[in-house]
Structures are given as structure tokens and as C-alpha cells.
């Protein structure tokens, strides 16, 4: 059973590569990433476009070998598979490449070096109830952020995009799942804005109940990015592909046993954009993600503690 993410009308398609999965278009979604890999505090303003380039992704589940023929955009010399331990060999073939996928995974095409590749995400099937819960189907779906309460399970839909974030605070058996797209590009980030709700600084002057930090929220512009959980228990974080946040991609705050699974974050080049930070969390597990960040991937902070954190299987 082979499944490919179509790309939603107005969303925009790549023209690095064009690519099949076992003879079907695989469309390459078109995004930006940094063009290096150096990290510089905040500034004052946003990072500027020309320090990015243009990249791409390609998305599809399937529950057996796939067989890809991707034709590159441009003259080439040399072409890489990654990661380099799998042993996969791209061969050219009628002015393209060829290459065989074995098993489900995150990888990365490169032809003469890292720039301008093709992200390739193999996912296994997954099929998600619709029935009961926050369903966001095929299309473009303007959000903003949108907050979530105990016992909501969302389900982005493999063809979905979705303009905006995800926030809960003081809630429990919270899950964001789907092969869909959270899309960050809702928000801006300017010198007015806050990155963090707690550091260091503030600690202690934030009543950490639900509606002593809505207060909180309400009197600031507190950034969300694509997915941000304060003091909640038992989530799930599955599946989702994260791009072009403004702030920290995915944090968590105060969280406990949390399962973070199979989320790809690419397209993350503005100013300090981490993967996954972990403030002062516990019980936590992180695996089989793939993280493509300006700044840090994976962070543990902590102003009290931070422990039992396991990590398995993440590029």
C-alpha cells in the first residue's frame, strides 16, 4: 500500500527535483533552509532570506520496498544517499537517478554536497480515526494558534497544511498527531515579541496555573512556534512534519511523560528555531525523528530539573 502527500493548492511546489515512488509523481514541496550552519543571538530582527536557500521534501508511506527515480533540476557530478550506513547506491538512469528504499526512515538526496538537497520521508502506514477528535483534512487551513485541552487528540491529514500552532497549558492526554504539515509562518518575530514564557529571569513570577498564565499570555506576545505545551502530562507528539517557525519549533515546559515520535522539522532557517527543547522536563521520550534546525536540534534546560530523558533513533 502506497501512499503519497500531495502538496495543496497554493502551497508552493519545488522545481529542484522532480520524483516518483514506484512509477506514481511524488510532488516535492518546495522550502528554505539555511544556507550555514552558524547560529547568532537575536539582533533585533528577523533573519534575513538571502542568508537561506532552497530546498525541497518528498512524503509517502508505504508498506514495502519503494523503488524512486528522481530527476535533478540541474547538472550534477556526484550523488549521495544519507544516512550513509543504510549502503544506498543511486544509480543514473535516463538522465536521472534511481535507488531502492528498503524500509521506512528520513533521508536525505545530495548531489555534490548538502546544498539544495531532496528530503525524502518513508513513513510506515498509519491509518487515523476521524471520528471524535480535531480532524484538519486535504487543504490549507489557516489557523493560527489554536489551544488545546485535556484529552484532545488532533489528526492532521497527510495532504493538510496547517498555518498555524498548537498550545496547552496545565492539560493531560493531549496528542498531536498525522503526517500533515504545521506550518509556522502565522507568526513574526520582532524585538516586542517573547521567545520564552519562563527563564531564568522570570521565574517565580508567573502563577503556573492555566489561567494565572493566560493572564500572562494576554498581557505579553508570547511567541507559540509550532508546537508549545506548558505543565502538561502525558502527550504525544506524533508523525507531524514542522517547518518555517519563527521561534523554538517544538518546546515543552514543565512537561512530564511525553512521547515525542517520527516528527520531521525542516524548512527551520529564521533565528534561533531549536528542534526540541525540554524545559525543566521529565520522563520524557524522543525517537525516530528527523530534526533540521538553525540552532540547536535537541536541548535539556533546566532551573530546577531535568531528567529521564531517553533519546533512540533520531537524525
Given at each position: 500500500?502506497?501512499?503519497?502527500?500531495?502538496?495543496?493548492?497554493?502551497?508552493?511546489?519545488?522545481?529542484?527535483?522532480?520524483?516518483?515512488?514506484?512509477?506514481?509523481?511524488?510532488?516535492?514541496?518546495a522550502i528554505r533552509v539555511s544556507a550555514y550552519p552558524y547560529n547568532y543571538g537575536w539582533p533585533g530582527h528577523q533573519r534575513p532570506e538571502e542568508q537561506s536557500e532552497?530546498?525541497?521534501?518528498?512524503?509517502?508511506?508505504?508498506?514495502?520496498?519503494?523503488?524512486?527515480?528522481?530527476?535533478?533540476?540541474?547538472?550534477?557530478?556526484?550523488?549521495?544517499?544519507?544516512?550513509?550506513?543504510?549502503?544506498?547506491?543511486?544509480?543514473?538512469?535516463?538522465?536521472?537517478?534511481?535507488?531502492?528504499?528498503?524500509?521506512?526512515?528520513?533521508?536525505?538526496?545530495e548531489l555534490d554536497g548538502h546544498h539544495n538537497n531532496l528530503h525524502i520521508f518513508f513513513d510506515a502506514p498509519r491509518e487515523y480515526a476521524e471520528d471524535g477528535v480535531i480532524y484538519y483534512g486535504p487543504g490549507v487551513h489557516n489557523t493560527g494558534v489554536v489551544r488545546l485541552y485535556s484529552g484532545d487528540t488532533v489528526v492532521i491529514d497527510r495532504d493538510a497544511v496547517v498555518v498555524g500552532g498548537f498550545f496547552a497549558v496545565d492539560a493531560e492526554n493531549v496528542k498531536i498527531?498525522?503526517?500533515?504539515?504545521?506550518?509556522?509562518?502565522?507568526?513574526?518575530?520582532?524585538?516586542?515579541?517573547?521567545?520564552?514564557?519562563?527563564?531564568?529571569?522570570?521565574?517565580g513570577h508567573i502563577d503556573h496555573g492555566a489561567e494565572g498564565f493566560m493572564k500572562f499570555m494576554k498581557r505579553t506576545d508570547l511567541m507559540t512556534g509550532n508546537?508549545?505545551?506548558?505543565?502538561?502530562?502525558?502527550?504525544?507528539?506524533?508523525?507531524?512534519?514542522?517547518?518555517?517557525?519563527?521561534?523554538?519549533?517544538?518546546?515543552?515546559?514543565?512537561c512530564s511523560d511525553l512521547h515525542i515520535d517520527g516528527i520531521k522539522e525542516v524548512g527551520q532557517w529564521k533565528y534561533n528555531?531549536?528542534?526540541?527543547?525540554?524545559?525543566?522536563?521529565?520522563?520524557?521520550?524522543?525517537?525516530?525523528?528527523?530534526?533540521?534546525?538553525?540552532?540547536?536540534?535537541m536541548v535539556l534546560k533546566g532551573t530546577e530539573s531535568c531528567h529521564l530523558v531517553r533519546l533512540g533513533a533520531c537524525a
Open positions: 500500500m502506497l501512499k503519497i502527500s500531495k502538496i495543496p493548492d497554493g502551497e508552493p511546489v519545488s522545481t529542484l527535483f522532480t520524483a516518483t515512488v514506484d512509477g506514481e509523481n511524488a510532488p516535492a514541496k532552497d530546498s525541497a521534501y518528498i512524503a509517502f508511506e508505504s508498506d514495502k520496498p519503494v523503488r524512486l527515480r528522481v530527476k535533478p533540476g540541474r547538472e550534477f557530478c556526484e550523488a549521495v544517499v544519507r544516512p550513509l550506513s543504510k549502503g544506498i547506491k543511486p544509480e543514473r538512469e535516463g538522465g536521472g537517478l534511481v535507488f531502492t528504499l528498503e524500509h521506512p526512515g528520513q533521508y536525505s538526496l498527531t498525522g503526517k500533515g504539515v504545521i506550518d509556522g509562518r502565522y507568526e513574526n518575530r520582532t524585538n516586542d515579541t517573547l521567545l520564552l514564557a519562563v527563564d531564568v529571569q522570570t521565574w508546537i508549545k505545551l506548558y505543565n502538561c502530562r502525558n502527550c504525544v507528539i506524533e508523525g507531524v512534519i514542522c517547518v518555517d517557525s519563527a521561534a523554538w519549533a517544538v518546546s515543552f515546559y514543565a528555531t531549536d528542534g526540541i527543547d525540554l524545559m525543566n522536563c521529565h520522563d520524557v521520550l524522543v525517537e525516530n525523528c528527523f530534526l533540521r534546525n538553525y540552532d540547536d536540534c
